[in-house]
């Protein structure tokens, strides 16, 4: 009896794949029922543009980032993780796979939390006092989630989409003439190091303006 007790026991390596499996399952539900969400949100961004209203198209894009950023770092996580669990000794990494575990519900449960449905992406673009209230929430979520770099690839974006509506040619398929003999032309690092400060204090005047009108907002 003793020894079919022992064979039938769960290790901490099994529990440790089992849960993996779980949250790989439900990581792909997610990113199955994202994708009606986020296609909504580059639909909504377009109809902000076609209307002048540049700040809810920025929001909605936003929006689409934060999620698809979720999601990503989640998928890298897991894989991560499921190396670390097929190592020979798991007794050395078990508890960097706990914790893996721990943070990756943490992240399952916000993505979670952003699957509100299609009527939650429509408020983006709402003019009613709780579809203004719902886009301060979530303005200021965002404010502290996203990197430089993710606020910088929306900005990409939302030129691009705006070069769509407007039927322009995008950044990329502009031909610049060239520079005159004996003056020095931008190089393209140039011009990205210029975008990128030009963006900075971009974001540091809107964080301004934010704080000189939380109070009217309250």
């Known amino acids: 009896m003793g020894n079919t007790q022992s064979s039938h026991k769960i290790s901490a390596q099994d529990r440790a794949i089992l ?3 779980n949250q790989r399952d439900r990581l792909h539900q997610y990113q199955h029922r994202i994708i009606a969400i986020t296609t909504r949100e580059t639909a909504v961004a377009r109809e ?4 002048g209203d540049k700040p809810k198209a920025l929001l909605a894009l936003r929006r689409k980032k ?4 979720l999601l990503a770092k989640t998928d890298a996580q897991l894989e991560t993780l499921e190396q670390l669990t097929s190592d020979v000794d798991f007794a050395l990494v078990q508890k960097d796979v706990v914790y893996g575990l721990q943070q990756g519900a943490n992240v ?5 939390a952003e699957m509100g449905g299609i009527e939650q992406v429509e408020k983006l673009m709402g003019e009613s006092e709780d579809a203004r209230a719902y886009q301060r929430e979530v303005s200021e979520m965002l404010g ?5 770099q993710d606020e910088d690839d929306v900005e990409d ?3 691009a989409l705006r070069g769509e ?10 031909t610049y003439p ?3 003999e004996g003056e020095l032309e931008p190089n393209g690092e140039d011009r990205t190091v210029s975008q990128q400060k030009a963006r900075a204090r971009a974001r540091a005047k809107e964080a301004r303006t934010k704080q000189s009108a939380g109070p009217m907002l309250a």
Do not use: F, W
Request: hydrophobic share 35%; net charge negative; proline share 5%.
């Open 19 to 21: 849960d993996m499996k």
């Open 48 to 51: 902000c543009l076609l209307r």
């Open 66 to 69: 934060y999620q698809e950023s």
């Open 108 to 112: 399952l449960k916000q993505i979670h």
């Open 144 to 148: 502290g989630q996203m990197s430089n």
């Open 157 to 159: 974006e939302l030129e």
């Open 165 to 174: 509506v407007r039927g322009e040619a995008t950044p990329a398929e502009v």
């Open 178 to 180: 060239a520079a005159p």
